[in-house]
């Protein structure tokens, strides 16, 4: 959809003819344009229906160009002359932006441009909990703001420029109009306003319109128009190279630089949905790798950080402390299992886990036990790209052989064997507790995913066999690491991941969703006994990154855990967790699929070989999803806020995928 939003300061600025001139304009240069009015009200009873004052404005100015008439342009119409929420109230209708934003987008079908006007101005409600702020979120087009200049004018003006571009959206200028006409003696000071409005709120006057009156009123206001339009096309950005440009010297992740995948270019995001640069909207599956779990552009998080850039984005953390990082540790000393006392912020979820390593080494070293300088865990996991992460990731499948010169040789068990759904088998720890038992002199930590083994292959194992582990970390003395970076806040149907064998571990990284998945943050979490030994004797945990504990991230990581705990995130889990089963479970019947798993929002069709992820990511963006396989996984990991019916539209992707042969 191109074109503008039109808004007024207020009820009186006069944007309806502001609109109506605009769209009169722009037919003249041979555009199809068209002004739409999602929601008019102080509509008039007519024999032959609503009458809709704006949109008869419209018609008046666009005559010569609509010979059988103006369209129907108001998604809503209503009676009363008031606000937009309270006319549907007294109509017993609630109006729904997403309901709007589609009847609009529809009616935009094959204009070159629309003229999209609001009711009054940005902050006038629709409906509870959402004003028209909202509205031009979802729409997303660029805002002319209509000023009706008189005293008070600058204020009106500048708080809507800044809500305006709160929400991400671009300040296309104002028009300056007067709606009655100035006594002589206020003129410097209007002039004034038009000057002040300019400057302090960094925005192109698109017009200054005087009083106009008489009988060639609109043909005036149309040579105005004319002009703002000249101004709005010389800012149009269209920068079609910047594609190529992505291509050609920007790095995404496992990328080739100069055989890269392709990529696609997002615009903005809200709810479970990924806006494209082209104004297709995709089903996100992927909730950004673990982290949307509340959905993109929610509200609250959204104010938390608009509410701490006020006060500060960053301070150091030495030194200093401040409420956003006390608030999200004492949150997560609450949410963790009993026990994990100590609170250590890390800047990503590898960082997190070298701390975790460095933690366990330094306690080792503290203790006593200046030997037992290795990690142990299992094949198939994943840690992160860090060294100190990477050579405890799975040694063949993530390419980390190619670091083998550079990497600490740790000790590998075979892939926990005992799939999560089967009864347990005692006989999968046995070569487990074997290798552990032969190397356990020099061993600091064990340290796996629990359940879930995440990028290392969508595996998920017994929760036995962690309990199994738990218990052989006791009787060796040695730490137990739990990395929940992928399942911490409620992906596996647990808060974490580690309650499903009801066991607490020493050590806890947790990151991800932490924020939502606003930005990057990470936490480890250590026990007492963890915490304090290393501390013994004037001991001090050696890490301390730049940005440790940075403000903006705690606030939004504290908005997110608020929503977690105020949320029935547990029965969407657990919603989604069926939904998938029943959704997924024709892939099993395909001749190409050897498993298909589902584990709370966690949901995977492994196939025979390795998929061509560039022919199905094609194909499911034609399909207007988002899903990213890899290797020879195609998994659904979806924001928690999902409803039956998208997950079975992704599900549905997947399996046609599949059944088209896609994937080979
Ligand atoms: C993603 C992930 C990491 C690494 O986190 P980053 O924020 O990418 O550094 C570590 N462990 C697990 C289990 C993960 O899923």
Not at 78 to 83: L, Q, R, T
Not at 278 to 306: Q, V
Request: with cysteine; proline share 5%.
């Amino acid at each position: 959809m191109n074109g503008y939003f039109i808004t007024g300061t207020d009820t009186d600025a006069g944007k309806t003819s502001i609109t109506a001139a605009l769209l009169r304009a722009l037919l003249n240069k041979g555009e199809s344009a068209l002004a739409i009015k999602p929601v008019q009200t102080g509509c008039t009873q007519t024999k032959s229906g609503l009458q809709a004052p704006d949109a008869a404005v419209y018609a008046e100015f666009a005559a010569p160009y609509f010979p059988h008439g103006y369209p129907d342009v108001c998604c809503r119409k209503f009676i009363p002359a008031c606000s937009p929420h309270l006319a549907a109230e007294w109509n017993d209708e609630t109006l729904d932006v997403d309901q709007l934003t589609r009847e609009v987008q529809a009616m935009a079908q094959g204009r070159s441009t629309v003229l999209v006007e609001g009711a009054g101005g940005v902050a006038v409600p629709l409906a509870a909990g959402c004003t028209t702020l909202d509205l031009m979120q979802r729409l997303d087009l660029p805002v002319i703001i209509v000023v009706g200049n008189k005293l008070g004018a600058v204020n009106h003006a500048l708080l809507s420029i800044e809500a305006v571009r709160n929400r991400g959206l671009r300040v296309a200028g104002v028009i300056m109009t007067h709606t009655t006409a100035p006594a002589k003696a206020d003129m410097p000071l209007l002039r004034d306003n038009t000057k002040t409005i300019a400057r302090e709120g960094h925005v192109p006057v698109l017009a200054d319109i005087p009083f106009l009156d008489g009988p060639d009123y609109g043909k005036s206001l149309v040579q105005y128009a004319d002009k703002a339009l000249a101004l709005l096309q010389q800012q149009k950005d269209d920068c079609p190279e910047d594609i190529l440009f992505d291509r050609k010297h920007i790095w995404h992740p496992y990328t080739s630089a100069t055989n890269p995948l392709p990529t696609v270019k997002v615009r903005s995001a809200h709810g479970v949905r990924l806006v494209l640069e082209d104004g297709r909207e995709l089903l996100d599956g992927m909730a950004s790798w673990w982290c949307a779990i509340h959905g993109y552009a929610h509200p609250n998080l959204d104010a938390a950080a608009h509410a701490q850039l006020g006060r500060m984005s960053h301070v150091m953390f030495g030194g200093l402390t401040h409420d956003p990082a006390i608030r999200l540790c004492r949150t997560l000393r609450e949410m963790s299992p009993n026990g994990l006392e100590h609170v250590f912020l890390a800047d990503s979820g590898s960082v997190s886990v070298e701390a975790a390593i460095k933690m366990a080494l330094q306690y080792m070293q503290a203790s006593g036990q200046t030997a037992r300088t290795k990690l142990f865990t299992v094949q198939g996991g994943y840690h992160g790209d860090t060294c100190g992460a990477m050579s405890v990731c799975d040694p063949t499948n993530g390419m980390h052989h190619l670091f083998s010169g550079l990497l600490p040789k740790q000790i590998f068990a075979p892939r926990p064997a005992c799939a999560f759904h089967q009864p347990f088998d005692t006989r999968s720890l046995d070569q487990t507790a074997r290798i552990l038992e032969a190397n356990s002199h020099e061993i600091a930590a064990i340290i796996v995913e629990p359940i879930v083994q995440g990028a290392g292959g969508m595996w998920f194992y017994h929760p036995q066999y962690l309990q199994g582990l738990r218990h052989l970390a006791d009787k060796h003395g040695i730490l137990l690491i739990l990395d929940e970076i992928a399942t911490g806040f409620g992906r596996t149907g647990k808060l974490f991941a580690c309650e499903w064998s009801g066991i607490v571990p020493d050590i806890m990284c947790v990151g991800k969703a932490l924020t939502g998945g606003y930005m990057t943050l990470a936490a480890t979490l250590a026990s007492e006994n963890v915490a304090h030994t290393i501390s013994r004797d004037g001991g001090v945990f050696m890490h301390g990154p730049t940005f440790m504990g940075n403000p903006l991230a705690c606030a939004v990581a504290n908005a997110s855990l608020d929503l977690l705990r105020t949320t029935d995130w547990e029965t969407n889990v657990h919603n989604i967790e069926s939904w998938l089963d029943q959704s997924l479970a024709p892939c099993r019947d395909l001749p190409d699929v050897t498993d298909v798993r589902v584990l709370g929002a966690i949901g995977v069709v492994e196939m025979k070989d390795e998929v061509n992820m560039a022919n199905l990511q094609e194909f499911f963006v034609e399909k207007e999803v988002w899903l990213r396989p890899f290797g020879k996984l195609i998994y659904i990991m979806p924001p928690y806020i999902m409803s039956r019916e998208e997950i079975f539209q992704l599900a549905g992707a997947v399996h046609e995928a599949i059944r088209t042969n896609q994937h080979r």
